[in-house]
């Protein structure tokens, strides 16, 4: 697609996002299809109209509610909860009160730890939501940083933080701060050149990556990964996605449903069993409650949790 004003050179079939940082400033600005002019508006709309937004992840759609509901999935907290509510129908409250504040409790530990998880996930997606200027057909304009594309010419000054994965095309006393990235606390200096294509982040002085910032000086940028396919987008990959489930976490729900099946037998046959006596109902009953409630740990939920979270971060 053609504009009138600076042409952009056709796309090569190279891979520019296969180790860019060791490619030359002008291969890969033909291979990207774009010049030092940056890309025409039409062609900068349609190639966000094929690759999508510039944003890491999709935005959360997870509620407070919805994560604290969600706790009350495990099958020895849906026995209390059982227990809670038959306690409450047979007019003892003051036991109802009792296992549902264990339960409360227990599922508010829980609540707190995911959904802490879910608010941090949300701040990674927070510091990549801002305005930045970019170079199209030669002339500069002010655009969300969702609008970047790979071809993209990006400005970036002192206090900027970069949108996307690049490399540096021009600079001028170029520092950034790559904490988020390598956890390096002094900023690194950046300037045009190549990089081994074996290098690690924190050697590749020729590159800027999203959500790091600029500290000094002033750059001319060449955007080449943007939105998923950035280092940044995998933290927060890493934070929401599903990890494979641990022999912990197996033995857990085994014996959750092993649990489970004990305490129905259990309950069942001394309700049974005092029924034969002839005791009185109501007092079976609750006796065969009582007998589910103490052997269901109450707090199993949460120290679960702990230990599972303890066993991902070691991993």
């Known amino acids: 697609m053609q504009h009138k004003g600076a042409q952009s050179p056709a796309p090569s079939t190279a891979r520019p996002a296969e180790a860019y940082w060791s490619r030359a400033a002008a291969d890969l600005l033909s291979a990207l299809g774009t010049s030092a002019a940056g890309l025409p ?17 999709d935005a959360s759609k997870s509620t407070a509610i919805g994560t604290f509901i969600r706790q009350f999935r495990s099958p020895l907290v849906l026995i209390l909860v059982f227990a809670a509510g038959v306690s409450a129908v047979l007019g003892d409250a003051s036991d109802a009160a009792i296992i549902g504040l264990i339960v409360l409790v227990s599922c508010f530990l829980s609540f707190t730890q995911e959904y802490g998880a879910s608010r941090a996930m949300d701040a990674l997606r927070q510091r990549v939501s801002r305005k930045v200027t970019v170079v199209r057909d030669g002339v500069e304009a002010i655009v969300s940083a969702e609008d970047i594309v790979p071809g993209d010419i990006i ?9 996307a994965d690049g490399i540096i095309l021009d600079a001028r006393d170029f520092n950034v701060s790559e904490a988020t990235l390598t956890g390096e606390t002094f900023p690194v200096v950046k300037a045009p050149g190549q990089s081994p294509v074996d290098a690690t982040i924190a050697q590749r002085s020729n590159a800027v990556y999203t959500g790091t910032s600029v500290r000094s000086g002033t750059a001319t940028i060449l955007a080449v990964q943007t939105g998923g396919r950035t280092e940044f987008a ?41 029924l034969l006596l002839h005791r009185p109902l109501i007092d079976s009953l609750l006796f065969s409650l009582a007998l589910a409630v103490g052997l269901t740990p109450e707090l199993l939920p949460y120290s679960a949790t702990i230990w599972m979270r303890r066993e991902r971060r070691s991993g």
């Open 41 to 57: 508006p039409p062609e900068a709309a349609s190639r966000l109209a094929k690759g999508g937004p510039n944003a890491v992840g």
């Open 155 to 163: 400005r970036l000054s002192a206090g900027n933080l970069i949108p």
């Open 234 to 274: 995998s933290i927060t990959a890493a934070i929401e996605r599903r990890v494979p489930e641990t022999n912990f976490a197996k033995g857990i729900r085994r014996f959750g449903y092993l649990m489970t099946q004990i305490m129905l037998a259990i309950v069942i046959v001394v309700f049974a069993a005092n």
